[in-house]
């Protein structure tokens, strides 16, 4: 069943690489525009279930991947849905005509990465306050070098007489 | 009636965790839900990138605070999966007993909240008792109470002390002879009854389609369960059941939560049964010059609460170069809660999100 989703997909979207890491897990690297056909087509096929969506930094490539993780009820197969998008403005299209809950999947890897995603109503900030800075969760942001700047001013108890 | 913005925690009674709710309400209707995460906030899976493999098991443990156990796991299958080491068999029964453990110990602690906050101090308190002897047991094997850090890469920490077998069997027969009294005063209770049935009902399709797991999921009859449909350790080798249940509100999660502790317990008593003799962990490489060959996993696991899977990505050096955490909490507070909470009334705002099996950690990470 799984070789021939392989080949059905292939046929439909061209430029769409399927790969099967290991067992029960399967790969498509997409472009863009693919991103929304290929996942609805997913859905029609039964995988119903938008598990999560997690975003990895290339920041060598210049790109940030986005990856959609969906599973079925009825098989034990995962796919991952690959995209990339360039890190200067990243943007790309919502995903929430689909799977509903992309909502908070999409709004974390905004405040995290700062993916803006297009068509999302509600984009506010989950867990940081007033953040001015880089988006944290992204490669050159260096934690250490914030926390110096942040914290080593202020002074110990001792020192304050 | 007037409209009013009403604050609900982080620090309210009807409040289990650090987590907290903006509530619209109308009289005692509350019109809309704004949940509101971050006080738990450490960034884990960005320090997580400058720490080497093994120094990041202090920090997984600690996303879960209620079963820390299952994010070890989660963490060492992955880390297994990349670096393709293999488990020996005594190792994976051992898993297998800590991970079950583990789940009975988090549905007590799940059972005292529930109990607690609806006003039923003494099967509470019993729950909470029952849970500390399973931290005993902890303790003994892994020298921590509630943080373990005992299973990694490559098997356990260490054997199974002299006796271990005899009291964990001495401690589920204790167990299930006191399910009567729970039964009595808590889960087939007529009061707990009245005030749990047809709360924060959820239909089978739209649990599905809002990527519900676990509890939430079976509840509706969904008979979905990661041990089942991807065995991992030993779940293919030992016999139990999926309890589910038909109406998906929130009794029905109790009792699915209930079920599934006699469901635990059936799968240890099996595991001690058949567990073999050997070694219980493969020898690793030096860990501060271990580095894993580039590549990317999925790996899932059934935790208490449902799906917790983790997604990594190796380039070949010694940290993990992205580490992400699939949470149930994530899913289940975040999306389905507010979903649930129109329409309520502020009294049950508490008992939705306990039925719900939300841990504010593992929202925040």
């Known amino acids: 069943m799984d070789k021939e989703l392989k080949r059905r997909i292939e046929e439909i979207y061209k430029d769409t690489e399927v790969e099967f890491p290991e067992a029960n897990r399967m790969v498509l690297k997409t472009k863009k525009e693919n991103l929304l056909p290929i996942l609805e087509f997913l859905k029609r096929e039964g995988f119903r279930q938008l598990k999560a969506i997690s975003c990895v930094d290339w920041i060598e490539e210049g790109e940030f991947e986005l990856v959609y993780l969906l599973s079925s009820l009825n098989t034990p197969l995962h796919i991952m849905v690959k995209v990339r998008v360039g890190r200067e403005s990243p943007e790309i299209e919502t995903i929430m005509k689909i799977f509903e809950n992309a909502q908070v999947y999409e709004r974390e890897i905004h405040e995290l990465f700062g993916v803006k995603f297009r068509g999302n109503p509600d984009l506010s900030p989950l867990f940081l306050e007033n953040w001015q800075n880089l988006p944290p969760f992204r490669k050159d942001f260096d934690t250490r070098e914030y926390v110096k700047e942040k914290f080593e001013q202020i002074p110990f108890v001792e020192e304050k007489k | ?365």
């Open chain 2, 1 to 365: 009636m007037r409209e009013l913005e009403l604050f609900f925690g982080p620090q309210h009674p009807g409040m289990v965790g650090n987590f907290s709710i903006t509530l619209k309400v109308e009289g005692d209707r509350i019109l809309e839900a704004i949940p509101n995460p971050g006080y738990l906030h450490r960034g884990f899976e960005k320090l997580m990138e400058l720490r080497n493999w093994i120094q990041n098991f202090p920090m997984v443990c600690r996303i879960n605070v209620i079963e820390p156990d299952s994010m070890e796991a989660v963490y060492a299958m992955a880390v297994e999966s990349l670096a393709n080491i293999e488990v020996p068999e005594r190792a994976k029964y051992i898993r297998t007993i800590v991970l079950e453990l583990a789940r009975l110990a988090s549905h007590l602690f799940g059972a005292w909240a529930y109990a607690n906050m609806l006003g039923f101090d003494t099967p509470a308190q019993w729950a909470m008792a029952d849970r500390d002897h399973i931290l005993d047991l902890f303790e003994e094997l892994t020298g921590g109470r509630v943080y373990h850090i005992y299973i990694l890469p490559g098997g356990v920490r260490r054997d199974l002390p002299d006796g271990f077998e005899e009291k964990v069997m001495h401690f589920l027969h204790a167990l299930s002879q006191k399910l009567p009294d729970y039964n009595e005063t808590f889960f087939e209770n007529r009061i707990f009854y009245e005030r749990a049935k047809n709360i924060g009902k959820i239909e089978k399709e739209e649990a599905i389609e809002w990527g519900a797991t676990g509890q939430v999921l079976r509840a509706t009859g969904v008979k979905y369960d990661i041990r089942k449909v991807e065995p991992y350790l030993v779940y293919d080798k030992v016999e139990f059941d999926i309890p589910t249940r038909e109406d998906g509100d929130a009794y029905s999660r109790i009792l699915v939560i209930r079920d599934e502790m006699l469901e635990s317990a059936k799968i240890i008593m099996q595991c001690i049964e058949k567990m073999p003799k050997g070694k219980v962990y493969e020898r690793l490489p030096n860990p501060f010059k271990w580095k894993i060959p580039k590549g990317e996993t999925y790996v899932r696991v059934e935790s208490s609460r449902g799906e917790l899977g983790l997604y990594m990505v190796s380039n070949g050096g010694n940290t993990p170069y992205r580490v992400h955490f699939r949470t149930p909490s994530f899913n289940h507070g975040l999306f389905i809660l507010p979903r649930l909470l129109k329409g309520a009334s502020i009294a049950d705002v508490g008992n939705i999100m306990i039925s719900l099996y939300v841990v504010a950690p593992e929202i925040d990470r």
